[in-house]
């Protein structure tokens, strides 16, 4: 028997039983595209977060109060305290040489009030060199002026959500806002840049660091941001900034140093394996549709066989008719397969049409690997359908009408 | 042509035994023309699918053309029915999701005959029946009459030498099956082996050998003088 006539047998018996074929095709072809679109949503995420990361800024260090990892030994006897991040620290890391810029963050919430409207607010208090650090871009005015850290000048910068919400479409360049008991002139307003990390930036007024000291009656920073030379001078500056405030912090290593490499990679492994549990998951409708497969082909077996008896007596040997049945198998996986990458493309595209924001991506392994599963499933289930058509008593199979 | 010896054929139901066949010993040569009669139960299905290598004996020796078939594995004997057996049934057995050309061209495509001869030879051998202008009917369009000669075209299209047909008319009204075994005993004269077995004595007294079965034993064999 020819490849192609065995195709061609293959396909008209397929679709002798349209109903059972257009059945079957469906569980195949929900599987493979659940398997792919799981798998690019995954991918998405993936990408989303890498994408969230590299918005904070390149070259990134983040200095946080406290010790996050556990070196060995046991903990100190009294409760660990961890020491205050001042703007003294944050000052003294300048001196690393591999360091380029720093940006202490003090964080709080206070309310912002001008013209009888009132908002609470998260107030960031920080430096000019926030700016580069954040990547931020000014839809008004200008940023915090550069100069004397300790000396807190009353101005602040609006997100401009905050700026909507606050002004409507009054100009608020000037203008003097009440933030808390103080009084604070308006110098710029922050173009709109999307969400870091959970911080909606256009949610913020920025003040000078002393301002928010004073503002909050407090010295501790809520960490310092370091923004390295270069990619390379990461780890450089990150043993950098230990240094000198382990110095400072009479040799105590209090405080926690995360890089954006780092946190990335850490991400990116969490993610990746997210992408490939959620894809085995789907994997396992899969196999369900495998093992739907085996079932009609076995009713297909019983249903033929007066059908499997007369090829026999044609002169078909066991093994061409376990071809037979194995290639339909084979024909409806592939059929369905290719149904399933239809439909994947169709939600893919429809997300990302839904969705511009969210950057879904089909990973390259996920439609061959669906394809390849959904063909072994065919080929796994198939071959028990198909001996025991191969096997089944001509005799008795045309003796039964 | 074909020779059994000592044929023995038990089936086993429960804890009963059934003889089908016992010490059945048969010669029939190329070109013979034969019925096989008896009451029903007595054996002729199963003494026609040892003969088409369909089932195999359990006792005996079956020689096709000099050949001992019971020693040929399942692959070979398949191989045997698809060159020189051809078979004719009770219940017609056409795909009825195929058409009549389709299902005449099916041996060819198991045999892996190339497909642009196939269609000429699909194409003479309707003709050749009288059904050239019902080849692309699917068989619940055709009669039963018509159904029977289709399957006679898929029988021979293979060129066998030996036909077996069992009740071939069984199922048919007398004028179609007249005509089927018309065609059958045209066959016959073009010099292929018939063996048919049959319950209409009117049809069993055509044949040239007549091969009586009673309870698994030949009970008479008697031929015609030619
Ligand atoms: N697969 C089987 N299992 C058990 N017994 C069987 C089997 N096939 C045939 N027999 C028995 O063998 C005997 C002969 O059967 P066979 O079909 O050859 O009879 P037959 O002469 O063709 O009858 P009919 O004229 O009714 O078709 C019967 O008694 C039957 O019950
Ligand atoms: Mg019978």
Same mark, same amino acid.
């Given at each position: 028997m020819k490849p192609g006539d065995l195709a061609g047998f293959c396909v008209r018996s397929l679709a002798g039983y349209p109903l059972r074929t257009g059945l079957m095709l469906l569980a195949m072809a929900i599987g493979v595209a659940s398997v792919v679109v799981l798998t690019s949503l995954g991918e998405g995420a993936r990408r989303y977060v890498a994408r969230e990361f590299t918005s904070l800024g390149t070259h990134l260090l983040i200095v946080l109060p406290g010790r996050s990892e556990t070196t060995g030994g046991p903990p100190p006897l009294l409760g660990e305290t961890p020491r205050d991040l001042t703007v003294e620290d944050a000052e003294a890391l300048r001196r690393g040489s591999a360091v380029r810029r720093v940006a202490p963050i003090m964080v709080g919430s206070a309310p912002v009030a001008w013209g009888g409207l009132e908002r609470e607010v998260t107030i960031l208090g920080s430096n000019a060199e926030l700016y580069e650090i954040r990547d931020l871009a000014m839809a008004q005015g200008r940023f915090l002026p550069p100069g004397d850290i300790t000396r807190g000048e009353a101005v602040c910068v609006l997100g401009h959500k905050i700026r909507r919400e606050l002004f409507g479409n009054a100009s608020p360049l000037g203008a003097w806002v009440r933030v808390g008991q103080r009084r604070f002139r308006v110098i710029g307003v922050l173009a709109p840049k999307g969400q870091a990390l959970g911080l909606d930036m256009s949610d913020v007024a920025v003040i000078p660091v002393a301002a928010a000291q004073a503002l909050f009656n407090s010295a501790s920073l809520f960490r310092v941001l370091v923004q390295a030379r270069h990619r390379d001078a990461v780890a450089r500056a990150k043993s950098a900034v230990l240094d000198i405030l382990r110095t400072r912090h009479d040799g105590e290593d209090d405080v926690t140093v995360i890089t954006q490499d780092a946190l990335l990679a850490t991400f990116d492994r969490i993610l990746t394996a997210l992408t490939l549990a959620v894809g085995g998951i789907a994997a396992i409708s899969l196999a369900v549709a495998g093992i739907l497969i085996m079932n009609v082909m076995l009713i297909a077996v019983s249903q033929r066989t007066a059908e499997i008896g007369l090829l026999k007596a044609l002169g078909a040997p066991p093994n061409q008719i376990q071809r037979l049945f194995l290639g339909e198998a084979t024909l409806l996986s592939l059929a369905g397969a290719a149904v399933g990458l239809v439909l994947a493309a169709g939600g893919v595209i429809g997300v990302v049409k839904a969705f511009p924001v969210f950057p879904m991506a089909v990973p390259a392994w996920s439609p061959l690997a669906a394809v390849g599963v959904s063909l072994a499933t065919g080929l796994v289930f198939g071959v028990l359908p198909a001996r025991r058509a191969a096997h089944l008593d001509p005799v008795t199979a045309l003796s039964r009408r | 042509m074909i020779r059994l010896e000592g044929i023995q054929r038990v089936f086993q139901v429960g804890d009963e035994t059934v003889y089908a066949l016992r010490d059945v010993n048969l010669e029939i040569g190329p070109g013979e023309y034969v019925s096989v009669m008896g009451p029903s139960g007595s054996g002729k299905s199963t003494l026609l699918n040892i003969l088409g290598l369909l089932d195999r004996p359990d006792e005996g020796v079956y020689r096709l053309e000099t050949v001992d078939t019971t020693e040929l594995g399942d692959a070979r004997q398949? !191989? +045997?029915?698809?060159?020189?057996?051809?078979?004719?049934?009770?219940?017609?057995?056409?795909?009825?999701?195929?058409?009549?050309?389709?299902?005449?061209? #099916? *041996? %060819?495509?198991?045999?892996? +005959?190339?497909? =642009?001869?196939? $269609?000429?030879?699909? !194409?003479?051998?309707?003709?050749?029946?009288? #059904?050239?202008?019902?080849?692309?009917?699917?068989? &619940?369009?055709? =009669?039963?009459?018509?159904?029977?000669? @289709?399957?006679?075209?898929?029988?021979?299209? %293979?060129? *066998?030498?030996?036909? #077996?047909?069992? !009740?071939?008319?069984?199922?048919?009204?007398?004028? =179609?099956?007249? &005509? +089927?075994? &018309?065609?059958? !005993?045209? #066959?016959?004269?073009?010099?292929?082996?018939? @063996?048919?077995?049959?319950?209409?004595?009117?049809?069993?007294?055509?044949?040239?050998?007549?091969?009586?079965? +009673?309870?698994?034993?030949? $009970?008479?064999?008697?031929?015609?003088? *030619?």
């Open positions: - | 398949a !191989e +045997v029915r698809r060159h020189k057996i051809g078979f004719i049934f009770q219940f017609f057995h056409l795909i009825p999701r195929l058409t009549a050309a389709e299902n005449v061209e #099916l *041996p %060819m495509i198991l045999a892996g +005959v190339a497909p =642009s001869e196939r $269609r000429g030879r699909v !194409e003479t051998a309707l003709a050749a029946l009288g #059904l050239a202008d019902r080849a692309r009917h699917r068989p &619940d369009q055709l =009669s039963g009459g018509q159904r029977q000669r @289709v399957a006679i075209a898929r029988a021979t299209i %293979m060129r *066998p030498r030996i036909i #077996l047909a069992d !009740e071939p008319t069984g199922n048919l009204d007398r004028t =179609s099956g007249k &005509d +089927v075994v &018309d065609t059958i !005993e045209a #066959l016959n004269r073009e010099g292929l082996t018939v @063996v048919m077995v049959t319950h209409d004595p009117e049809l069993g007294a055509r044949t040239r050998r007549q091969v009586q079965i +009673v309870d698994g034993r030949i $009970r008479g064999d008697r031929r015609e003088a *030619p």
